[in-house]
């Protein structure tokens, strides 16, 4: 059964810092690139950062220099390091193989980051 468990998200000011994990079941996952997705109500699922299976990286515009991706093969688990958190960071965070992978619609319950004062 494949799996995506997200878990580290919280209430956090604006200017601080989270880390998110998230566990994969199920899969290869040495054999998969990930990524990190966030969705606000009423928006689209955007995504935030993505790691190879080498290890290269991608990160949208609003997460360079403040967040960085990394993944554990071993644990079978990707991470998602996160500073200087603004209040526009607020949306429930998912992780997924991405687009071109079977398991693009196996989407987990995400975990809730939510940045205020």
């Known amino acids: 059964q494949v799996q995506f468990v997200e878990s580290g998200g919280g209430l956090v000011q604006p200017g601080g810092s989270l880390r998110l994990s998230c566990a994969a079941s199920g899969i290869i996952f040495s054999s998969h690139g990930m990524g990190w997705y966030r969705q606000v109500p009423g928006k689209q699922r955007e995504l935030v950062a993505r790691?190879?299976?080498?290890?290269?990286?991608y990160y949208a515009d609003s997460a360079k220099g403040r967040f960085t991706i990394s993944r554990d093969n071993a644990k079978n688990t990707v991470y998602l390091q996160m500073h200087n958190l603004r209040r526009e960071d607020t949306a429930v965070y998912y992780c997924n193989p991405g687009p071109g992978s079977p398991w693009y619609g196996y989407w987990g319950q995400g975990t809730q980051v939510t940045v205020s004062s």
């Open positions: 790691i190879t299976t080498g290890g290269s990286t």
